[in-house]
């Protein structure tokens, strides 16, 4: 276990906890969920996010730790909430705001949702001739091989520049029309307004989920960051004065245009624990947890793994 000091706290990520199953991109089960919020209470003093980022209680018997959650999903309202008020612990939702309006899921889970419910085993655009030679074969012996193409695929539009990612996935689109898209998966602005009446904090996670370090034109940027809180203070009156970069994608040019853009600071995803000693507020570590063991879920919260990971590369 690793020793917290006096300057080292914990922030959670979560995205999505529900009881279905999802061959591309599991969710969290509720039961490890509950699991880790129970774990939360017994180990950690959890407070909010802005609490613990910009006014830390000056003594605490037991480490600090903030709970998040990135995109705005459905599910938070279905079977997050109720646990995190069975437990009485705060929490801070990120959403995408043209998710909220168009009710669209992120393109990431797009992704995802097309590779596994299509039926096809081969696409044939030309555009994917231009791709990194692993990805350029583009027909599948059975389903199991097209979603793990899915997987790679879905990782590489990640980091590749934004015009690039769009039209990619417009031609999945349009190479998986057997897929009808998946419908009301993403909360709404009413659900939202319901939500920070509980005081549950929002704040934004950009527009579109774009990997804003992979964005080349500045004004796009710009309207990542900014448009999103201005649509947040319009629907909700206020939001959060930090910004979850998606993807965990930043650099310093991203750093600077948020900074610009009026947020206090920067929500990473690198799995390490927060020093508010020596971290940057505009690339706050958090520890993202996932559908997993009850001991491996502990050793995530506590930042063992990712100081083992750490030794390791050294």
Not at 11 to 31: A, E, F
Not at 292 to 302: G, L, V
Request: include cysteine; glycine fraction near 4%; charge should be neutral.
């Amino acid at each position: 276990m690793i020793f917290f000091s006096k300057q080292t706290s914990v922030i959670l990520l979560y995205h999505r906890v529900s009881p279905h199953r999802d061959k591309m991109w599991d969710p969290m089960d509720i039961g490890v969920f509950e699991n880790t919020l129970k774990y939360a209470q017994k180990r950690f003093h959890t407070i909010s996010l802005n609490e613990l980022l910009f006014s830390p209680p000056a003594h605490s018997a037991k480490p600090l730790a903030a709970i998040t959650f990135d995109d705005g999903y459905h599910d938070f309202l279905d079977y997050s909430i109720p646990l995190l008020q069975k437990f009485r612990l705060p929490s801070t939702l990120f959403v995408l705001t043209d998710c909220i309006e168009k009710n669209i899921p992120t393109w990431t889970y797009l992704v995802d949702y097309l590779f596994e419910h299509s039926n096809k085993l081969e696409i044939t655009d030309s555009i994917f001739a231009e791709l990194p030679v692993e990805l350029q074969h583009t027909k599948w012996v059975n389903n199991n091989k097209r979603m793990e193409y899915g997987k790679r695929i879905k990782q590489y539009l990640k980091w590749i520049p934004s015009i690039k990612r769009k039209a990619i996935i417009s031609s999945l689109i349009d190479s998986f029309k057997d897929v009808e898209h998946p419908d009301g998966m993403m909360l709404s602005w009413k659900e939202l307004d319901e939500i920070k009446s509980t005081g549950i904090e929002i704040g934004s996670h950009s527009v579109t989920h774009a990997t804003l370090a992979s964005i080349e034109d500045e004004d796009e940027l710009k309207q990542e960051l900014e448009i999103s809180a201005n649509i947040l203070k319009e629907k909700l009156g206020t939001i959060s004065p930090v910004f979850s970069y998606p993807c965990g994608s930043y650099n310093e040019h991203v750093k600077t245009f948020t900074r610009n853009a009026g947020y206090k600071a920067g929500l990473a995803v690198n799995g390490r624990l927060y020093n508010s000693s020596k971290d940057d507020l505009f690339e706050v570590p958090r520890i993202e947890l996932y559908n997993q063991s009850r001991i491996k879920t502990k050793m995530r919260m506590n930042g063992t793994i990712s100081f083992i990971e750490n030794k390791l590369k050294r």
